[in-house]
């Protein structure tokens, strides 16, 4: 754990009286408040804690005394060391915390499934059941033009079986210009190969006609992809086969849209969405479950019934296939209220500032250096390139953003111009409470002696103590 460093008492005294009164290791565990812990985190974990801090106080950091009260002190919340994170980035779908945060929906539905659950059995008749049917009938409902869904692990899962089922040991024709790298060194093409079909690259980078794939397509043909190239923009002279245009080309159409976007979404005219590819005659359209969607990961097909039906027979689909936990909150996205990342898309501007300016002139009548700025944020996880949304965000010392990253719960911003900004399209309106306790927690922590007469820029401790 990294943290502040113990101030550590090693005198001969305090090691002396440890030596004579560190209590054995299950007297300690026998406190009530331990017991209570060990039946909430296993006592395995709550022993490991215990050990530690015996350790230390053999080493003279503190008295046998404060054993237990540290302990008590340096369990963890949960049995999992997964910690939540404001995300103040004002990148909405933020890779490494994770893509896109549920709705309360979607984690009220998660935790209700968490037991035992219907899944896989029709509780009105006793017999078995489809796996995840009511979610693909959520997805169905949203896009009438897909005959059926299936659901996979993530999108590059979906994109597997598709490859797989359809093109293995034949080809994929795909535009050149759509052979994309997804991120963190995910190559489109390594993960298409990897499933023993062969790729028939068509047209150049920047230009891909019809009549390029109508060329390379024949008896070998698998399949033809369009692929969304989601986190880059190619401009100038440009031009790609639309879907509308390789349908009818005999072949099958898998369309992968990347983002999740059900239906079209007014304020990202340049994502594509399933709805409207299907219509425009895809046969099958792969996308992720965590993006735009703002659902659990996991990876969607829709489509053609009798595709989605080979996909979803084939002895791959078992090694795909997701948990109940996930059909859960994706029906829950899918039915449910807006998800956070749509919430955080529309957001109005205007109110972003008025809670900036109001968080900001709170924290100042505490002593502490934050102001409230006009800020930009960004879709993040390889979706919408060059897309920016007009934020807000505080304004604070840059050395706060170590800190509020160490902060429980952890607040991760941005260091720009010398400055810590914490975007606030990024942080749901309700956790304006929560964010500014944990910046009077910073500001009070991080401060040196203040030195009168004090300097506006000086991060003051703030006179509430916390
Ligand atoms: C994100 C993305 C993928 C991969 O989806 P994962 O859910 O991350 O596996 C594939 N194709 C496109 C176009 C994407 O944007």
Redesign the pocket.
């Known amino acids: 754990m990294e943290g502040e460093p113990d101030r550590t008492r090693t005198d001969p005294d305090v090691r002396d009286d440890v030596r004579r009164h560190l209590p054995r290791t299950d007297t300690v565990l026998a406190e009530p408040r331990l017991v209570a812990a060990a039946g909430r985190l296993g006592r395995g974990l709550v022993k490991a804690v215990v050990a530690q801090v015996q350790q230390r106080a053999r080493a003279g950091e503190f008295p046998a005394a404060e054993v237990v009260e540290r302990v008590v002190a340096a369990l963890p919340a949960t049995a999992s060391t997964l910690r939540p994170v404001l995300n103040a980035t004002g990148v909405l779908l933020h890779t490494n915390l994770g893509r896109a945060p549920l709705s309360q929906a979607a984690l009220d539905a998660l935790l209700a499934a968490g037991g035992t659950t219907d899944v896989e059995l029709d509780l009105a008749t006793g017999l078995r059941s489809r796996r995840g049917r009511p979610a693909f009938e959520a997805l169905l409902e949203r896009v009438p033009a897909a005959q059926a869904a299936h659901v996979v692990n993530?999108?590059?899962?979906a994109?597997v079986l598709a490859a797989t089922v359809l093109a293995r040991g034949r080809e994929i024709v795909v535009g050149r210009g759509e052979l994309?790298e997804?991120?963190d060194g995910?190559r489109?093409p390594d993960l298409l190969v990897s499933t023993g079909a062969r790729l028939r690259e068509v047209g150049t980078t920047n230009r891909t006609t019809r009549a390029d794939y109508a060329a390379a397509v024949g008896p070998e043909t698998g399949f033809v992809l369009k692929?969304?190239?989601?986190?880059f923009r190619v401009t100038g002279f440009t031009s790609q086969a639309g879907v509308a245009e390789l349908a009818g080309l005999g072949v099958p159409v898998v369309a992968?849209?990347?983002?999740g976007l059900l239906t079209p979404e007014p304020a990202l005219p340049d994502e594509p969405d399933a709805a409207t590819w299907l219509r425009a005659g895809a046969d099958l359209v792969?996308a992720?479950?965590?993006?735009l969607l703002g659902g659990p990961?996991c990876?969607l097909l829709l489509g053609r019934a009798d595709l989605v039906e080979r996909l979803a027979r084939h002895p791959l689909a078992r090694a795909l296939r997701v948990d109940k936990l996930t059909f859960a909150a994706l029906e829950a996205t899918v039915r449910g209220p807006a998800p956070p990342v749509r919430l955080a898309l529309h957001a109005d501007p205007r109110r972003l500032r008025e809670r900036a300016a109001r968080l900001a002139a709170d924290l100042r009548a505490d002593g502490l250096d934050v102001h409230a700025v006009d800020s930009e944020a960004v879709i993040g996880?390889?979706?919408a390139p060059g897309v920016t949304l007009p934020s807000a965000a505080l304004s604070l010392p840059a050395s706060c953003a170590v800190l509020l990253r160490r902060a429980t719960p952890a607040v991760l911003g941005r260091v720009e111009s010398g400055r810590c900004l914490l975007n606030l399209r990024t942080v749901p309106e309700e956790s304006d409470p929560t964010l500014a306790a944990a910046i009077r927690q910073v500001g009070a922590t991080a401060a040196p002696e203040p030195a009168p007469p004090r300097t506006e820029t000086t991060l003051a401790p703030s006179p509430t103590g916390r």
Do not use: E
């Not at 993530?154 to 899962?157: I, Y």
């Not at 992968?256 to 983002?259: L, Q, T």
């Open positions: 993530n999108g590059a899962a994109l994309v997804i991120g995910f489109l692929v969304h190239p989601s986190n992968d849209i990347g983002s792969t992720s479950g965590d993006k990961q990876g996880g390889g979706g």
